[in-house]
């Protein structure tokens, strides 16, 4: 079974830390991706990478960069917390043209 | 308008009924689609994708309508392990071959004993 695992699944930060989340897939897949899920207003696309140092920005990049230096694992860093991204940030990961996304089981994250 | 629209819900339904979910998306550049489950505090997990022709994979049914830009998803003898949250996904294709899934906020289904 493809796996991706996120490295944190609860995560209290302080307001203005830089902030680490980490994304790795043990599947060799092309793609990955970071959402964020809020009530009401469901998975929302941050970014998103097709290849190694390559990355693409979402529907919702502001306050967030990425990184992709290795094909298994896909950073998110929040550079200056703040409290509007208290949320569930969620991985994926798929192969190109293959419809399945393999999520990761999340990182809630609470900044005070 | 947001780009998939769904019904929030919440669906509380007896135990052996059937339930039906919708959604409408708004880019006809869409190509693919798909129905994903997420259960509560869980990560979503694809349930079945969506044909043109319709398709069965148990007791659950998907349809898409490409010209009312309709999906629909059939859930027959609704069983407890039924409740969660249902994703409806739309999938498009970039000009530059990058593709993107798109999430609806998601239906919420109680299976009631």
């Known amino acids: 079974d493809v796996k991706v695992t996120q490295s944190s699944r609860y995560l209290v930060k302080r307001t203005g830390e830089k902030v680490f989340l980490e994304c790795v897939q043990d599947m060799d897949h092309e793609n990955m991706f970071w959402y964020r899920q809020d009530p009401g207003l469901g998975l929302r696309l941050i970014y998103f990478s097709y290849d190694v140092k390559m990355k693409e920005k979402g529907d919702i990049p502001e306050g967030y960069s990425v990184s992709r230096e290795k094909k298994e694992r896909f950073s998110l860093i929040l550079e200056s917390a703040s409290t509007n991204q208290t949320s569930m940030y969620l991985c994926?990961?798929?192969?190109?043209?293959?419809?399945?996304?393999?999520f990761g089981s999340g990182t809630r994250l609470t900044v005070v | 308008r947001k780009e998939v629209e769904q019904d929030p819900g919440p669906f509380n339904v007896p135990e052996g009924a059937t339930v039906a979910f919708n959604c409408t998306y708004s880019n006809s550049a869409s190509q693919s689609f798909f129905w994903y489950r997420q259960d509560c505090r869980k990560e979503p997990k694809l349930l079945m994708s969506?044909?043109?022709s319709g398709n069965e994979d148990g007791r659950f049914t998907a349809q898409l309508n490409r010209a009312s830009q309709y999906i629909s998803l059939l859930i027959r003898d609704s069983k407890l392990s039924d409740s969660a949250t249902y994703l409806c996904v739309v999938k498009k294709i970039s000009n530059f071959g990058n593709e993107k899934l798109t999430f609806g906020t998601g239906t919420r289904l109680t299976i009631i004993p």
């Open positions: 969506v044909y043109s």
């Open positions: 994926a990961s798929s192969l190109p043209s293959v419809y399945g996304y393999t």
